[in-house]
């Protein structure tokens, strides 16, 4: 993994690719309580587990498609708070918008500001005309901030067979406008 590249700024946010560097902050994020209960457990337990992951899963999809999760830091210290940005997986037939915080920056706007930048590059960049997000069915932080996007609730589904059912939302990116995070609330 080379360095990271800086993908998107917004006023308050930096939203760069994952390097072998953030391993330390994706252990953290990965065994929050909120991160196991709302996205589920991924196994990773260690530092070399956190840089699986970051190669496995970020990495490849950068290098496969052009777009991936990215780690979100706060522009003024660069200190890492999140990650946000598109997944292809292959249960779905859009690409979705995926998003986890740190518990401490939860109520500030940061994810919606962080999904707006994100799928306003969708939109112009990646000139993708639908986009989809999935959440638990108990996690209402992040349904809301899907609705305040405009996503709309589209149905339950089951990513596979054996899984809990999660909510499926979806949002037409032609008719997307940004709103800033501020007014998004």
């Known amino acids: 993994m080379g360095s990271p590249v800086q993908v998107l700024t917004t006023d308050r946010l930096l939203l760069r690719h994952f390097g072998a560097d953030d391993a330390p ?7 929050e309580p909120s991160w196991l209960e709302n996205i589920g457990d991924r196994g990773v337990r260690t530092i070399a587990d956190a840089e699986r992951y970051i190669e496995n899963g970020p990495v490849q999809m950068y290098a496969r498609l052009g777009f991936g999760l990215c780690q979100v830091c706060l522009a003024a210290t660069n200190e890492p708070m999140g990650m946000c940005g598109l997944l292809k997986r292959e249960a779905l037939d859009d690409v979705d918008l995926g998003f986890a915080f740190l518990p401490e920056y939860w109520g500030n706007g940061y994810a919606h500001e962080a999904c707006a930048a ?8 990646l000139h ?18 899907l609705e305040r996007l405009g ?13 809990e059912e999660v909510l499926l939302y979806a949002l037409d990116l032609e008719r997307f406008v940004v709103r800033s995070a501020r007014n998004g609330r």
């Open 25 to 31: 902050f994706v252990l953290r994020l990965l065994n």
């Open 128 to 145: 993708l005309a639908r986009i989809v997000a999935i959440t638990s069915i108990n996690n209402d932080a992040s349904r809301r901030v």
């Open 151 to 163: 996503f709309g609730l589209e149905r339950a589904i089951r990513l596979e067979p054996a899984a």
């Open 118 to 125: 994100v799928l306003s590059y969708a939109r112009s960049h």
